[in-house]
T-cell receptor, first 114, second 114 residues
Framework: AQKVTQAQTEISVVEKEDVTLDCVYE???????LFWYKQPPSGELVFLIR??????QNEISGRYSWNFQKSTSSFNFTITASQVVDSAVYFC???????????FGQGTRLTINP | EAGVTQSPTHLIKTRGQQATLRCSPI?????VYWYQQALGLGLQFLLW???????NRGNFPPRFSGRQFPNYSSELNVNALELEDSALYLC?????????????FGQGTRLTVV
């Protein structure tokens, strides 16, 4: 069975601090895909990144970086030098090969205070 | 290019009534997905339509149904509404039936059942 756990329900930091959002997943498949989405107050989910299970390379995109570790079944997301505009709910999600659906974690509400 | 559009933005219904939610995918996308985001339950997969047919559904009762039209737009119908159906309903679309690609979400329809 698939499961995604985001243990941090809420995080609040001061602007310019670095912050890491944790994501732990469970799957029996060897081929799967991991995602991060951002949900601003407007409601839509904004795609941030997709990784497949065979690519453990860490990725950096501007102030965002992702650390994928199969050994610990984790796919953590770090925001460097956080900004107020980063405030949102962030979701980690998993999709198994051929399962055409996303299984989401419960989300982490991130608040960046000025 | 227009993104995924959903209507209405907000919908208030009385328990026992029926609700119809609409989704227009991004031009060229043939797959449409519906997710429910209920308070305390996170984002849950509801339905997937591709090329006019229902391809998969999540763990929801039959009173949740829908369809996809020849132009790939989609309707989600919820019959015999219950208070617990109050949630944000998100629609997503993608180029193919493989959600392992990047899926684009709309802003959602907030359904309130009173």
């Amino acid at each position: 069975a698939q499961k995604v756990t985001q243990a941090q329900t809420e995080i609040s930091v001061v602007e310019k601090e670095d912050v890491t959002l944790d994501c732990v997943y469970e799957t029996r498949d060897t081929t799967y895909y991991l995602f991060w989405y951002k949900q601003p107050p407007s409601g839509e989910l904004v795609f941030l990144i997709r990784r497949n299970s065979f690519d453990e390379q860490n990725e950096i995109s501007g102030r965002y970086s992702w650390n994928f570790q199969k050994s610990t079944s984790s796919f953590n997301f770090t925001i460097t030098a956080s900004q107020v505009v980063d405030s949102a709910v962030y979701f980690c999600a998993l999709s198994e090969e051929g399962a055409q659906k996303l299984v989401f974690g419960q989300g982490t509400r991130l608040t960046i205070n000025p | 290019e227009a993104g995924v559009t959903q209507s209405p933005t907000h919908l208030i219904k009385t328990r026992g009534q029926q609700a119809t939610l609409r989704c227009s995918p991004i031009s060229g996308h043939t797959s449409v997905y519906w997710y429910q985001q209920a308070l305390g339950l996170g984002l849950q997969f509801l339905l997937w339509y591709d090329e006019g047919e229902e391809r998969n559904r999540g763990n929801f009762p039959p009173r949740f149904s829908g369809r996809q039209f020849p132009n790939y737009s989609s309707e989600l119908n919820v019959n015999a509404l219950e208070l617990e159906d109050s949630a944000l309903y998100l629609c997503a679309s993608s180029y193919s039936h493989d959600l392992q690609g990047e899926a684009f979400f709309g802003q959602g329809t907030r359904l309130t059942v009173v």
